[in-house]
């Protein structure tokens, strides 16, 4: 059983900064960040191929978050900048085993989630 594990997630300010990280058992093709705010439904956040050459990032975030990963440490990051109170919302990491996914669905394994608040 593939087991996905984030940290990171925590109380800021708006205008401030956070660092996810999603800690892996086994390495994938793809993996993604999505968060889901009360009441709203999962909406995808970002995404990183194996290498890293590719990545891809929901308009509400991009010029603010980056995604990143450490393959040899089956690590993946979030850095996330200049935070909005609309960020506030349980952030979850997910890996695919397919060379892309950007929808939820495509995803095969899922962490438990971090809390994100960010506050006016």
């Known amino acids: 059983q593939v087991q996905l594990v984030e940290s990171g997630g925590g109380l800021v300010q708006a205008g401030g900064s956070l660092r996810l990280s999603c800690a892996a058992s086994s390495s994938f093709y793809t993996m993604g960040w999505f968060r889901q705010a009360p009441g709203l439904e999962r909406e995808f956040v970002a995404a990183?191929?194996?290498?890293?050459?590719?990545?891809d990032y929901a308009d509400s975030v991009k010029g603010r978050f980056t995604i990143s990963r450490d393959n040899a440490k089956n690590t993946m990051f979030l850095q996330m900048n200049s935070l909005k109170t609309e960020d506030t919302a349980v952030y979850y990491c997910?890996?695919?085993?397919?060379?892309?996914?950007?929808?939820?669905?495509?995803?095969?394994?899922w962490g438990q989630g971090t809390q994100v608040t960010v506050s006016s």
């Open positions: 990183i191929t194996w290498s890293g050459a590719s990545t």
């Open positions: 997910a890996c695919a085993a397919r060379s892309w996914a950007t929808t939820a669905a495509q995803y095969d394994y």
